[in-house]
Each structure stands twice: as structure tokens, then as C-alpha cells.
């Protein structure tokens, strides 16, 4: 069922459902020995369980969380349940840069 669908049918017992989920973050600026990692933030309302791909998983209603993918871009979506078993979606999409000590690392044979 859809989010419409149930906000309607919720609402004839007296209580409007109005499911919400919400994704928002950055990436930390890149300068010598840091970089790569960054901020991802949500929220949400009127559902039942929520979880984020990337390995993240569960999440509480709302919170906040670093994450670290260095010289990558990730997208975050955020996935929430409503009662009547709809789901709703968010995402925000992060490009993390590349340590600048990792660039050097690299450029002299070395891992990183």
C-alpha cells in the first residue's frame, strides 16, 4: 500500500499517518593527513523501522554517523517501513576526497 493510501485509511481511525524519512550529509574538506571521511544525518516519522544500505543498517528514528570512504563516492539511501507495510525512500549521494598523505603514500610506492 502506499504512503497516500495509508495516510487515508489512518486517518479514518482517527489518527493521520504521515510516514517520513529523511537523509542528509557532507564530506569532511581534504587537507594534509585528513580527509576521506564525512557526515551522514537522518530523520523520520511515521514508521516502523528504518535502515540505510552501505552496510549501515538499522537506524534509530533520527541520528547522525561518520563514515569513511576515501577518494570514493557513495550514495546513502535511507529506507523506512510504514505500518501498513509501504515503503518510503531518501537519498544523498557523497564524493569523499583522498587524503593528501594517502596522494604522497602512493606516488612513492607505498600503500595507503
Known sequence: MDPTTA??????????ENPLVSIT????????????????????????????NQG?????SSGSLTVSYAGQTKTFTITGTTSSGGTITSSVT????????CDM????????
Not at 11 to 16: E, F, M, R, V, Y
Not at 26 to 51: E, F, K, L, M, T
Not at 56 to 60: F, S
Not at 105 to 112: P, V
Open 56 to 60: 549501515i543498517g538499522t537506524v534509530a
Open 25 to 52: 550529509g557532507y564530506a569532511n574538506p581534504c587537507g594534509y593527513g585528513y580527509g576521506g571521511n564525512g557526515v551522514i544525518s537522518w530523520s523520520s516519522q511515521d514508521v516502523v523501522s528504518r535502515s540505510i
Open 94 to 101: 557523497i564524493t569523499f576526497c583522498t587524503p593528501l598523505v
Open 105 to 112: 603514500l602512493a606516488r612513492m610506492n607505498d600503500l595507503c
Open 7 to 16: 495516510k487515508l485509511r489512518n486517518a479514518t481511525a482517527g489518527h493521520l
